[in-house]
T-cell receptor, first 115, second 110 residues
Framework: NAGVMQNPRHLVRRRGQEARLRCSPMKGHSHVYWYRQLPEEGLKFMVYLQKENIIDESGMPKERFSAEFPKEGPSILRIQQVVRGDSAAYFC?????????????FGPGTRLTVL | GESVGLHLPTLSVQEGDNSIINCAYSNSASDYFIWYKQESGKGPQFIIDIRSNMDKRQGQRVTVLLNKTVKHLSLQIAATQPGDSAVYFCAEIPDDKVIFGPGTSLSVIP
């Protein structure tokens, strides 16, 4: 049973470009969460999605960031017009049920570097 | 506001000794807590969890203690091994998201 998959593992973008990060949850998991981690800091919640629906996006910046989890295919975190401050590790997690009920399992992360 | 914090940002222990990592949380509504281990370049890995109706839970070489009175959580690692070197995060789950503390870096001295 494969774990949470994320790709790419490393992504380099120049300022103003778009970054698209992909996350495939564990088999049987319909809840997906995205987190951002700055160097030597803890993970910060960004958004929680369940198939085709955004449940909680309270941690998402209001501009340039968007997320989706289509009926078919992986969840996508999209960052438009990237800036240097977007450089971070972005982790995806999935769970079978709600976070307070079922454990979230994390992927290996995508490390975004903005030049 | 909600916050989870750790008392010790770094901890060095001798191989074979026991390690204790502490954590304070502030949200009284949190009823589910998890300890994660994160090795360099990897995602957080679930270690052990505990719900608020318990005050102690044991796993393989790890024990989590929960003191709801003082909102304190600790992770005990028995017979610490070099492979235990990592950053450890406590996390509270008050609703639909995981709130992580800043992390404690555990370094095991051979």
């Amino acid at each position: 049973n494969a774990g949470v998959m994320q790709n790419p593992r490393h992504l380099v973008r120049r300022r103003g470009q778009e970054a698209r990060l992909r996350c495939s949850p564990m088999k049987g998991h319909s809840h997906v969460y995205w987190y951002r981690q700055l160097p030597e800091e803890g993970l910060k919640f960004m958004v929680y999605l369940q198939k085709e629906n955004i449940i909680d996006e309270s941690g998402m910046p209001k501009e340039r960031f968007s997320a989706e989890f289509p009926k078919e295919g992986p969840s996508i975190l999209r960052i438009q017009q990237v800036v240097r401050g977007d450089s971070a590790a972005y982790f995806c997690a999935s769970s079978q049920g709600l976070a307070g009920v079922d454990t979230q399992y994390f992927g290996p992360g995508t490390r975004l570097t903005v030049l | 506001g909600e916050s989870v914090g750790l008392h010790l940002p770094t901890l060095s222990v001798q191989e074979g000794d026991n390690s204790i990592i502490n954590c304070a949380y502030s949200n009284s509504a949190s009823d589910y807590f998890i300890w994660y281990k994160q090795e360099s370049g990897k995602g957080p890995q679930f270690i052990i969890d505990i719900r608020s109706n318990m005050d102690k839970r044991q796993g393989q070489r790890v024990t989590v203690l929960l003191n709801k009175t003082v909102k304190h959580l600790s992770l005990q690692i028995a017979a610490t091994q070099p492979g235990d070197s990592a950053v450890y995060f406590c996390a509270e789950i008050p609703d639909d998201k995981v709130i992580f503390g800043p992390g404690t870096s555990l370094s095991v001295i051979p």
